[in-house]
């Protein structure tokens, strides 16, 4: 059954998008985050005829990043990764000879290249959340512009981004259009908590974390500096949670680089278990992920 689509602020850059790579050989988008573009744009072009039923390469900075997109677009169509719709990680692929959509991390595209440089059978190439601006990012990008100009002349590449000055690629890509799509906008309301003195950073942030929970309603995301943090910060939370009688009603969840596919996937899922959920993470859930 294929999942019921939200209807996402990308969808209004749709027909401009459609119509720059109908017409020309690339183009920029810049989406606010909340858009949609990482999950909509390659499904949306699937089936545009200058496609001709070659794949889309959609590239992604991290792994998890990568796996999540992967999956949400699969469950929109109804399937399972490695469908229609797959991806290639390091140490985790799921592709078949029926995927059209090929979310992969960087250094995979390095590789594809080095191995066939007129990426045959390719007919678009997305560079996604290209503002974190990474080596393998970049030098893809370099060869992938020098197999357009020498080898594939009909190869689109699309640069996506939500925050990028985006004249400068769209220079680089042989002057595409750039088009804009804005994000949803929520109201935000900004609290301070007291600075602790002489607290350890996990206890001070467990203690504003429960703080939270008892005065504001939902699920809760708080980032900390890496996975020690994270750890000693789930101790002491957990700790502070049984103290208030309330640890039994929160799910914690990690997420950061290191951690397992399937404890990365639960920390991102809704929750189920009718618990509120508590996500400790690094910065990757700033950038490259949505969290329900």
């Known amino acids: 059954m294929v999942e019921q689509q939200k209807l996402l602020p990308i969808e209004n850059a749709l027909p401009a998008l459609k119509e720059a790579l109908?017409?020309?050989?690339?183009?920029?988008?810049?989406?606010e985050p909340g858009a949609?573009?990482?999950?909509?744009?390659?499904?949306?072009?699937?089936?545009?005829?200058?496609?001709?039923g070659q794949r889309i390469v959609m590239l992604e900075p991290r792994r998890l990043a990568a796996?999540?997109?992967?999956?949400?677009?699969?469950?929109?169509?109804?399937?399972?990764?490695?469908?229609?719709?797959?991806y290639r990680v390091r140490l985790d692929t799921k592709v078949s000879a029926a995927t059209r959509v090929e979310v992969i991390t960087e250094g995979v595209l390095t590789r594809m290249l080095q191995d066939d440089p007129a990426l045959e059978g390719v007919g678009l190439l997305i560079f996604d959340e290209f503002?974190?601006?990474?080596?393998?990012?970049d030098l893809g990008l370099a060869l992938a512009l020098e197999s357009?100009?020498?080898?594939?002349?009909?190869?689109?590449?699309?640069?996506?981004?939500a925050t990028l000055e985006a004249?400068?690629?769209?220079?680089l890509l042989?002057?595409?259009?750039?088009?804009?799509?804005?994000?949803?906008?929520?109201?935000?309301?900004?609290?301070y908590a007291p600075q602790p003195e002489?607290?350890?950073?996990?206890?001070?942030?467990?203690?504003?974390?429960?703080?939270?929970?008892?005065?504001?309603?939902?699920?809760?995301?708080?980032?900390?500096?890496?996975?020690?943090?994270?750890?000693?910060t789930e101790e002491a939370l957990h700790a502070e949670l049984r103290s208030q009688g309330m640890d039994g009603r929160v799910r914690i969840a990690p997420l950061f680089g290191q951690l397992s596919a399937e404890a990365q996937d639960a920390a991102i899922a809704p929750g189920t278990d009718g618990r509120r959920k508590v996500v400790l993470a690094t910065a990757l859930a700033e950038t490259s992920l949505t969290v329900e």
């Open 174 to 191: 042989g002057g595409v259009p750039v088009i804009h799509s804005p994000g949803r906008t929520y109201p935000v309301d900004t609290h």
């Open 36 to 52: 949609g573009k990482t999950t909509r744009v390659p499904l949306a072009l699937l089936d545009e005829p200058w496609l001709r």
């Open 167 to 171: 004249e400068p690629v769209a220079n």
């Open 22 to 31: 109908h017409d020309g050989r690339g183009a920029v988008l810049v989406a």
């Open 131 to 137: 503002h974190e601006r990474h080596l393998d990012a």
């Open 198 to 232: 002489s607290v350890p950073l996990e206890r001070a942030v467990a203690r504003t974390i429960a703080s939270a929970l008892q005065r504001h309603d939902g699920d809760l995301m708080a980032f900390l500096p890496g996975a020690g943090e994270i750890r000693r």
């Open 67 to 86: 796996r999540s997109a992967a999956r949400y677009m699969a469950r929109a169509r109804g399937e399972k990764p490695g469908q229609t719709v797959g």
């Open 148 to 161: 357009q100009a020498l080898l594939r002349g009909d190869l689109r590449i699309l640069v996506m981004s």
